[in-house]
């Protein structure tokens, strides 16, 4: 049962924790608002409505029954009410209303009619407290078809104080929560920086402009997320440079063996030698490219539509065939994009005939479809080709070039700018890749 009801208040609560400290701190003002003005309502506002109604309906009867015993004294108690009471009171011979003039959803309606009913009984009576601003209309019926017609102060019949009441009531809660508004704003702040600098740094953002604010505990927390960034951005950084120094120390010796290379005679020592350094050379140009990966650039607004053409551009391949769609703009790093983008469409163009590149926008999402006629991949190594330095050796051998890093820095641009990608065959027989990215 617990666990039922516990479900239902996860799904009606809000999820963000300002407003659920809202609901904590207002909920129990209004709640407490609510009691006191019921309690007020029904044992002293209705009380006190009932006894000044029954009051005043006692009055009007004492006319009638001083005007059907002494008719001679009519002009002498009409001018003591109407001076000592404010009470208009006329004595005429006009047609009775036939339609009601009441309120049905007035309390000061409600309790009027409940007492001129017993007093006078049913069809004796007409009122309308809706007519004049600060009078009660009231008309009697006598048995000699004569009406009494009565204009009272409305506030011998509904205290005045009520309002007055409920404005008190109601004005400082109304400034409490107000006043909780601003405190839980500044207090939650710092949480909302916290989580944004978190998310730009889990896209591989420099986050350098975060500075601890907030209550001390927040504090505490947000001081050791900018020693954990640091410490992450230390370890990368160092990563990338001893990686980068070590291809371009081993560009020195490759060089000389080449150079010595071309000064064999036996030209075919020298071939298969020279193959052999090539090979080389390009495992030294894939590290020095993964490296890149982990240096750090600036995050900016790119365009894809212009960034899929300039790719074109630079590929000058006619068999690469691009679609997209336009205002295709995105946050990103421009160079590692890139990056990513011509490792897909190069290692299709290598191993396929046709490129296709879709380029579509959905409401939050850029979606990048790269499809190829190649061999494609097999089904069960999707998820290996992104490992690093794995290599295929089927249909889509990387014995061509490369050591198995290029998915793998794809892979890794394409998660740290929050997206993700996926593997599939495509409609022209090869591999289909489909990268998403958010807006």
């Known amino acids: ?115 001129l009913k017993s007093t006078f009984g049913n069809n004796n009576y007409w009122f309308n407290t809706s007519k004049f601003k600060n009078a009660v209309e009231i008309k009697i019926r006598l048995e000699n078809n004569e009406v009494i017609e009565f204009l009272v102060p409305k506030e011998m019949i509904s205290p005045s104080s ?27 702040r710092p949480l909302v920086r916290l989580a944004k600098a978190a998310e730009r740094f889990g896209k591989g953002d420099y986050v350098n402009d975060f500075r601890p604010s907030g209550a001390s505990e927040i504090r505490k927390a947000a001081y050791e997320f900018d020693r954990m960034a640091k410490r992450i951005n230390r370890h990368l950084n160092q990563r990338s440079e001893m990686l980068s120094g070590i291809s371009h120390d081993l560009r020195t010796p490759l060089t000389r063996l080449k150079l010595q290379l071309a000064m064999i005679e036996q ?59 336009e205002n295709t703009l995105m946050k990103g790093r421009r160079s590692a994009l890139k990056r990513c983008f011509e490792n897909v469409i190069q ?29 494609g991949i097999p089904e069960d190594q999707y998820k290996n080709v992104f490992k690093p330095f794995f290599r295929l050796d089927k249909s889509r051998s990387l014995n061509k070039s490369g050591v198995g890093l290029g998915l793998a820095i794809v892979e890794d641009i394409i998660n740290s700018h929050g997206g993700n990608i996926q593997l599939s065959q495509s409609k022209y027989k090869g591999l289909q890749t489909k990268i998403s990215l958010p807006i």
């Open 1 to 115: 049962m617990f666990s039922g009801l516990n479900k239902y208040l996860k799904i009606i609560l809000p999820k963000r924790l300002f407003y659920r400290a809202l609901i904590i701190v207002a909920a129990p003002t209004i709640i407490l608002q609510l009691i006191i003005t019921i309690v007020f309502y029904d044992s002293i506002w209705i009380k006190a409505n009932k006894n000044i109604t029954r009051s005043l309906i006692s009055q009007l009867k004492t006319i009638q029954d001083v005007y059907i015993n002494n008719k001679d004294n009519y002009d002498f108690f009409t001018d003591s009410y109407k001076n000592n009471f404010n009470f208009e009171i006329d004595i005429n011979n006009n047609p009775f209303p036939s339609t009601s003039g009441e309120r049905k959803f007035s309390p000061m309606d409600r309790s009027l009619r409940r007492e």
């Open 162 to 188: 009520v309002r007055l009441f409920l404005l008190w009531t109601t004005l400082p809660s109304i400034v409490l929560i107000l006043i909780a508004l601003v405190f839980l704003k500044n207090q939650t």
């Open 267 to 325: 030209k075919n020592i020298s071939k298969n030698m020279s193959k052999d350094i090539d090979e080389m050379e390009n495992m030294l140009n894939d590290y020095l490219q993964f490296a890149k990966t982990q240096s750090q650039e600036e995050t900016i607004t790119v365009n894809l539509s212009n960034l899929f053409d300039e790719i074109k551009k630079d590929l000058k391949n006619e068999n690469l065939n691009i679609i997209s769609q």
């Open 347 to 375: 290692n299709s163009l290598i191993y396929g005939e046709k490129v296709y590149v879709n380029v579509q926008k959905s409401p939050n999402r850029l979606i990048i479809i790269i499809e190829d006629d190649g061999p």
